[in-house]
């Protein structure tokens, strides 16, 4: 099926239109019938009430005559003054009581049937019926006199002895005054007829018979109506009923009704109608209008966040609009987008996160980089980098199998986030290889995390393979490098340069480890460089003879490094410092395993022998060309109040990295176990540095190691974990 864009506010504004003007022409015919049923029956109600009050009156009037008859014939004086034929007194009493009467005329016919008197205007003799007279009854007719429509009222006038001699006859007309009077009352026209004579109550109608048409109530047509409305000649309405006299006596009474006013009424009604429904339209149009406004304004606004979401941005959630219905759409749309996000955040984080490790992967380190590096050269911001790769993983992976090995990188990860701010940024770049990102960290900064980081690693107790060491390259921008490659090369550069050296360490980037040639000054340095690497490794040999003594020397190295960082030395004399910490007690491997190893208090003489392996340390480093690392060997175990060996040097005699070897070899002796004693907890070794500081150790560079240790708990861990590694070993 073709696709067809629906205008809502057009189709329901149509449909509520359609809808109104059907309503109105269904109402409006209903309307229609019921107004004229209802007109009809107001026309019938109208004629019906103008009979009753043409008969009433009717009524009224003959109940007027003849009691007004029997009062003047019962009156004695009148019946005297007959008998005396007295018509002067006869005709000055019935004359006042004429006015009195209010009748039209008063006739006395006698026994013979002759008018012995007559006041006002009567029916002609002639026209009162002949029977009357002969009959001496009362009696109320009709009568057509002098073409003139009457109502008699006949009454016989006794003698004192009791016997009829007279008959006395009232007269009213029943004429236009009478009818209009009635008509008045009624609202309809009036006409009475008797005996070919008609009196109307008007003379509008006085010409119906011949040339008005006139129909009843139920002959009325709905023609009749829309005639009424071009307000054209109209047939009357009329009904009829029949006045009859208490003697008999009949005659018939026309109802005229005129049909316009009734029309003109229900025209009032249908328009008045009409037009509160043409109102009542254009309120539902309005109101249409408003409403559907109201509804396609949400969706308008839903369809326009639902498009955000369309274009892929599925963090985008669409507001509710209060609509139940509407509301339930939109809380589809959201449920729909936030399974469309966490999809494809999934998908993004998939896509850019090592599965095995949980790391960012090679791709996000790439641009992340980028974006670090650009905000450092933007704002002048130091930004350091972490080149981290383990030491000797293929080994790892040939001896325990490649799932150890997948362990094993699993858990270096876990470390490494675990020792690193959260602003720093870890990602797997290698198979073995990890890098860090740290953002707004000089190389000092820098070199402190890499070894908090290293030894974490070094003292961490991997499941089947035991001990893992990484070695790190530190490189910063903008002291090392000006680019991003130039910065991933010097780092990665250091990176090799920890690993040519021993392994196991970390090593900030310095220029003359990416010279390219050898000047001929240099190379002494560059060939003790190699040397310290071979050093390196025989320092480490000498630890791994003793359980007890195992990792001494890196962790004396570590503690060095990180003291020199918190005492701002360069870099470089932090370089220094670390290698002097690894190789500070390679002497040892002079001093037989049954000193080394003694479980109890030596001898005099054994003592002597081991006082002298800072002798053979720098012996054995004579071929090294820097000499500040020569005499950190050979004076480290001197003291400031003279009482150290082998020279029994004093205060600033010792030289300053010699001074800080003696704290961090002193801090990691009293921290580890040994055969004669328990290893002290990191409060108690603090508190003896606090009380050989000042005679024999420098208070300075104590108290700059007490800073470390109190405030980064990465250092109080490592310290831990190497004391609860020892004991199981050697349990």
Request: glycine residues 6%; aromatic residues 6%; contains cysteine.
């Amino acid at each position: 099926m073709a696709y067809r864009a629906v205008n809502l506010r057009k189709k329901v504004i149509a449909s509520i239109i359609f809808i109104s003007l059907c309503g109105i022409i269904l109402n409006s015919s209903i309307l229609l019938y019921f107004l004229d049923k209802q007109s009809d029956r107001v026309i019938k109600k109208d004629l019906e009430y103008a009979k009753l009050l043409a008969e009433k009156n009717i009524d009224e009037l003959e109940h007027h005559l003849t009691h007004d008859a029997r009062g003047i014939t019962s009156d004695p004086a009148i019946k005297m003054n007959l008998e005396q034929r007295d018509r002067n007194y006869l005709r000055m009493e019935l004359g006042e009581r004429m006015e009195v009467c209010d009748v039209d005329g008063i006739q006395i016919i006698d026994s013979n049937g002759r008018e012995f008197l007559k006041i006002g205007s009567s029916v002609l003799l002639a026209d009162i019926p002949k029977n009357i007279p002969n009959e001496f009854k009362r009696s109320t007719i009709f009568a057509k006199s002098s073409n003139t429509l009457w109502i008699v009222a006949a009454e016989p006038i006794e003698a004192l002895n009791g016997k009829t001699v007279a008959i006395l006859v009232l007269s009213s007309k029943i004429g236009p005054p009478l009818l209009k009077k009635i008509s008045r009352e009624a609202t309809a026209e009036i006409a009475i007829k008797y005996d070919a004579l008609t009196e109307y109550s008007s003379n509008e109608i006085a010409d119906f018979d011949n040339s008005r048409e006139s129909r009843t109530v139920s002959s009325i047509k709905l023609v009749d109506f829309f005639r009424g409305l071009a307000n054209s000649d109209l047939p009357l309405v009329t009904d009829m009923t029949q006045a009859q006299t208490s003697s008999g006596s009949k005659a018939s009474i026309h109802i005229f009704v005129h049909p316009l006013p009734y029309y003109q009424a229900k025209l009032y009604d249908f328009l008045t109608t009409i037009s509160v429904h043409v109102f009542l339209l254009l309120i539902l149009i309005v109101a249409g209008y408003v409403m559907i406004s109201n509804i396609v304004k949400p969706i308008r606004i839903t369809a326009a966040q639902a498009k955000e979401i369309a274009r892929g941005n599925y963090s985008h959630s669409i507001e509710y609009s209060g609509i139940t219905e509407l509301d339930d759409l939109v809380n589809s749309f959201n449920t729909m987008s936030d399974e469309l996000d966490m999809k494809h955040k999934e998908l993004e984080k998939r896509a850019l996160t090592d599965g095995l490790t949980g790391l960012f992967n090679h791709r996000y380190f790439q641009g992340h980089l980028s974006v670090e590096f650009k905000r450092a050269s933007r704002f002048d911001r130091a930004l350091s980098l972490l080149i981290i790769d383990i030491d000797d993983f293929k080994r790892i992976n040939d001896t325990f199998g490649h799932t150890v090995g997948d362990n094993a990188l699993a858990s270096i990860s876990a470390i490494i986030k675990d020792s690193l701010r959260e602003t720093d940024v870890a990602c797997r770049i290698g198979g073995e290889e990890f890098a860090v990102i740290l953002s707004d960290t000089d190389t000092k900064e820098a070199f402190v995390i890499a070894e908090k980081l290293r030894l974490e690693v070094a003292s961490h107790p991997f499941e089947k393979v035991g001990r893992i060491t990484v070695s790190l390259g530190i490189a910063t921008y903008p002291d090392h490098a000006m680019g991003k490659e130039s910065l991933l090369e010097a780092a990665d550069t250091a990176m090799y340069k920890a690993k040519r050296s021993g392994k196991n360490q970390s090593v900030a980037y310095l220029e003359e480890y990416a010279e390219p040639t050898v000047r001929p000054e240099s190379k002494a340095g560059i060939d003790g460089s190699h040397y310290i690497g071979t050093l390196g490794a025989l320092a480490a040999a000498v630890d791994a003879k003793d359980c007890y003594t195992r990792d001494h020397s890196s962790y004396v190295a570590a503690f060095a490094a990180l003291i020199g960082a918190a005492l701002s030395l360069p870099i470089a004399e932090i370089e220094h410092l670390r290698i002097a910490g690894l190789l500070h007690d390679i002497g040892t491997i002079g001093i037989p395993d049954n000193i080394l190893n003694k479980p109890g208090s030596l001898t005099d003489e054994e003592f002597d022998v081991v006082e002298m392996h800072p002798i053979i340390g720098e012996q054995i480093l004579t071929k090294i060309s820097l000499d500040d690392i020569v005499k950190a060997t050979l004076y480290h175990h001197e003291r400031l109040d003279g009482s150290g060996y082998p020279c029994g040097l004093t205060g600033e005699e010792i030289p300053l990295y010699a001074r800080i070897l003696a704290v961090a070899d002193s801090f990691d002796a009293m921290t580890s176990n040994r055969p004669y004693r328990k290893a002290l907890s990191i409060a108690e070794a603090i508190n003896e540095l606090r009380n050989d500081s000042t005679a024999k150790l420098d208070p300075y560079i104590v108290d700059a190691l007490i800073r470390i240790v109190e405030n980064d708990e990465a250092v109080r861990n490592m310290v831990n974990n190497r004391n609860d590694k020892s004991t199981s070993e050697s349990a």
